[in-house]
């Protein structure tokens, strides 16, 4: 992780995670700065040495970058958080996907990182990935993502409760690829 000044110099820089080996990287694939500027969230793809797999990965650091927690999540193969995002009363929430099982990933966790809920989610049988999404005012989520693996190529939009009891999900089919 890097921050930087308006000008793009560098104030400080982190590393996080293992290098264990050259064919298996952590990956880190979104970054949110913490409301009032007291840290940042991170969530990523840990490569677990120990039983062979990806697992979905999230961290919290301090103002300066310095890591205050970390957890992984699953261990069943290519797993990966896409998305983190900040909820209100503190807190953030990690959208992905869970590459062996073929579903979307939604985890609730508190500031401290104790995980609040999670959801292994499917639409209809395929590949399905969880890209992004967002707190709606109702406390729950509203996400979106895609299915690519039936020769297809769909999204897919779902909206959870603030439990992450999900209230309605949709595929659209798309007619060509762009």
Sequence with gaps: MMKTDSTGAVIWTRTYGNKVNTNADDIAANAV?????????????FWNQANGTYEVYVLKT??????LWS???????????????????GGC?????LGNSSKGYLCRLNSSGIIVWQ???????????LQSGRQTPDGGTISGGYNN??????MWL?????AGAIMWQWGYAMSATY
């Design 33 to 45: 700065e913490i409301p009032g500027g007291t840290g940042y969230y991170l969530a990523g793809q």
């Design 62 to 67: 301090d103002a300066t970058g310095n890591k």
């Design 71 to 89: 957890r992984t999540m699953f261990n069943g193969g290519y797993d990966k958080g896409m998305r983190v995002e900040n909820v209100a009363g």
């Design 93 to 97: 929430q990690v959208i992905g996907w």
């Design 119 to 129: 959801k292994m989610i499917n639409y209809l049988t395929g590949g399905w990935v």
């Design 149 to 154: 693996e039936l020769g297809t190529n769909e």
């Design 158 to 162: 779902l909206k959870t409760d603030a």
